[in-house]
């Protein structure tokens, strides 16, 4: 098979070179090189994260754990169980978030504010390398595709080229075999 990226674009895809999308081309010139194609897509998103990227991504994954989710619970069991005590207890003046906990509400509505930006972010990446990984399938999938038909042609050929030898060697063997059959009758003819 030719390595010119212009032969390969008319007899894998049926186009013209210039006519692929760049992502065809870039597959074809891969083929035409003989290189591979695969790459870790995630690693190489990854390395190019900025500081505050990662600490989002980190936010985001505790945020949506079940550690959270525990941790939550308790500072919110405890929070409302201490100053219920002291409501109880105590005088209503030394409570420093009395019923209906209005302090736990703000703070409440504070880290939702900010939480939910930074999941957004983080899936706002989590798409982008999604995205990236989708791209590198096609390529990687079409580059298959294309070599598994460039090795169907090659084992066409073969096999067109293994006919032509076995009806070539079939005619000799057809002509010695005529020429015994002659050279037999000839010895029976002379021994009468």
């Known amino acids: 098979m030719k390595n010119d990226v212009h032969y390969l674009s008319k007899n894998l895809m049926n186009k013209d070179y210039h006519s692929l999308s760049s992502q065809q081309q870039h597959v074809i010139h891969h083929i035409s090189q003989r290189e591979h194609i695969s790459k870790d897509v995630v690693k190489e998103h990854e390395e190019h994260l900025t500081f505050g990227q990662r600490a989002a991504d980190q936010v985001a994954s505790f945020g949506g754990s079940w550690t959270f989710i525990g941790i939550f619970f308790v500072v919110m069991a405890v929070w409302i169980g201490l100053n219920s005590y002291v409501l109880i207890e105590w005088d209503k003046k030394n409570i ?97």
Not at 99 to 124: D, G
Not at 127 to 145: F, S, T
Not at 165 to 170: G, I, P, R, T, Y
């Open 96 to 192: 420093f978030d009395p019923y209906p906990y209005i302090l736990l509400n703000l703070v409440l509505s504070l880290m939702a504010a900010v939480q939910a930006p930074i999941i957004m972010m983080s899936q706002n990446r989590q798409a982008q390398r999604d995205r990236l990984d989708a791209n590198h399938d096609y390529e990687v999938n079409l580059k298959a595709e294309l070599e598994i038909m460039a090795l169907h042609v090659k084992m066409d050929q073969l096999m067109e080229h293994q006919w032509e030898d076995l009806v070539n060697m079939q005619k000799e063997q057809i002509q010695m075999l005529t020429s015994l059959v002659g050279d037999l009758k000839a010895m029976k003819q002379g021994t009468k």
